[in-house]
């Protein structure tokens, strides 16, 4: 069983937007602004889409935003394309720990 | 780039070791945490441990007692050790850098499938 909570699946239409929640705990998301995000095509290992909670990386586009309150934090995907079809992952700092979510199936219809 | 690549033999017997290695190539593994994380087929990510290049580590609780990891700075490798190994760690393994300023897995492995049975 995963520390972080999220529903194990998301869907959403093309242009549309949705929205993934990533639930913990004051020891984890509450505590600290070290919540990622991760993306996974199948076969393939994560990569890397927000960092400290809202920060993206280089090259990834502006249609991925992160936000938190207490303790969930969201990942919004805006102008769902077809090709964001994938697992997203949820992470967070706990004290020397690290935390992942079970994971959100998203899928585009 | 800095790419990461796991290696290893993708079969272990029940009761005995895994042993896994990271190689580091493009970049220094200096000023970086680097962790392992694996995900068992059909399921989600599990953190196992990270190390700083400096030798530091930590470890996920549920794993603990039976993990080791460990860096080579001279060769920019990064290792693995889980013993008394059963069915439930077959998982495809991860090695992914965690800046110190990132607290985030910004590169990762392809990752390398091991399977655990006899």
């Known amino acids: 069983q995963s520390a972080l909570t999220q529903p194990p699946s998301a869907s959403g239409s093309p242009g549309q937007s949705v929205t993934i929640s990533c639930t913990g705990t004051?020891?984890?998301?509450?505590?600290?602004?070290?919540v990622s995000w991760y993306q996974q095509y199948p076969g393939k290992a994560p990569k890397l889409l927000i960092y400290e909670v809202n920060k993206r990386p280089s090259g990834v586009p502006d249609r991925f935003s992160g936000s938190k309150s207490g303790n969930t934090a969201s990942l919004t995907i805006s102008g769902l394309q077809a090709e964001d079809e994938a697992d997203y992952y949820c992470g967070s700092y706990a004290v020397h720990n690290k935390e992942f979510g079970g994971g959100t199936k998203l899928t585009v219809l | 780039q800095v790419q990461l690549q796991e290696s290893g033999p993708g079969l272990v017997k029940p009761s005995e070791t895994l042993s896994l290695t990271c190689t580091v190539s493009?970049?220094?593994?200096?000023?970086?945490?680097w962790s392992w994380i694996r995900q068992p087929p059909g399921k989600g990510l599990e953190w196992i441990a990270y190390i700083y290049y400096g030798g530091s580590s930590n470890y996920n609780p549920s794993l603990k007692s039976r993990v080791t990891i460990s860096v080579d700075t001279s060769k920019n490798q990064i290792s693995l050790k889980l013993n008394s190994v059963t069915a439930a760690d077959t998982a495809v393994y991860y090695c992914?850098?965690?800046?110190?300023?990132?607290?985030?897995?910004?590169?990762w492995g392809q990752g390398t499938m091991v399977t655990v049975s006899s």
């Open positions: 992914a850098r965690d800046p110190v300023n990132l607290d985030a897995f910004d590169i």
């Open positions: 004051s020891s984890d998301i509450g505590g600290y602004n070290y």
């Open positions: 493009g970049g220094s593994i200096n000023n970086n945490y």
